[in-house]
């Protein structure tokens, strides 16, 4: 059954932790994106990859960090520097760059 | 500036009574235009790409249609289950997504 996961669904933090959430994908896509969804704005994306052992910054990639040493897998680091970190996270994986995105159930992380 | 823009935000409809949703776009070359579904709390679920004007497509109760500069999801006769947010992304020549901010549609019984 190919898909993709993210886990955990809900992730609770203090100030000042860094914490990671997983995205895992057995559909055998090259691609793979991180977006952050916030109520009433469109999903912005926060990085992605377009092959093992390398990404790129997207449009909010200021306080996070993300690694690509499998195919399948692609963490990504919320850091202590990210002013505004709750917010409801999403990973998608696409077969190539310019293809429709699948995307994952989302985790929803809360910093208090 | 690129954008993407959806209307309309909220949408509320009787079962059976047909609408459409509208996306609007403003991108320096149109590469793909991708419709989604969004139940609360889940992933987006993809429907359907689009790559060119006049080009149609359907799903079940869905249609979604492409002009030069905006895209229409045509929902017929809705049932409640129907009841999502509907989201719009446009990919640009430069590779680059542009998500909308969505409609949420509410169809009561």
């Known amino acids: 059954d190919g898909g993709i996961t993210q886990s955990p669904k809900y992730l609770f933090r203090k100030e000042g932790q860094n914490v990671t959430l997983s995205c895992e994908q057995n559909?055998?896509?090259?691609?793979m994106y991180w977006y952050r969804q916030d109520p009433g704005q469109g999903l912005r994306l926060i990085y992605y990859?377009?092959?093992?052992?390398?990404?790129q910054k997207g449009d909010i990639a200021e306080g996070y960090s993300v690694s690509r040493e499998k195919k399948e897998s692609f963490p990504l680091t919320v850091t202590s520097a990210q002013k505004n970190p709750t917010a409801f996270y999403l990973c998608?994986?696409?077969?190539?760059?310019?293809?429709?995105?699948?995307f994952g159930p989302g985790t929803r992380l809360t910093v208090t | 500036e690129d954008q993407v823009t959806q209307s309309p935000e909220a949408l509320r409809l009787q079962e059976g009574e047909s609408s459409s949703l509208n996306c609007s776009y403003t991108?320096?070359?149109?590469?793909?235009l991708f419709w989604y579904r969004q139940d609360p709390g889940k992933g987006p679920e993809f429907l359907f790409t689009?790559?060119?004007a006049g080009e149609e497509k359907e799903k079940e109760r869905l249609k979604a249609t492409l002009t030069k500069k905006e895209s229409f999801l045509h929902i017929t006769a809705p049932k409640p289950e129907d009841s999502a947010t509907y989201l719009c992304?446009?990919?640009?020549?430069?590779?680059?997504?542009?998500f909308g901010s969505g409609t949420k549609l509410n169809v009561k019984p």
């Open positions: 998608a994986s696409s077969m190539d760059r310019d293809l429709e995105q699948y």
């Open positions: 991108v320096s070359g149109l590469r793909g």
């Open positions: 990859s377009q092959i093992v052992n390398d990404f």
């Open positions: 992304a446009v990919l640009s020549n430069f590779n680059k997504f542009y």
């Open positions: 559909l055998n896509h090259d691609a």
């Open positions: 689009l790559y060119s």
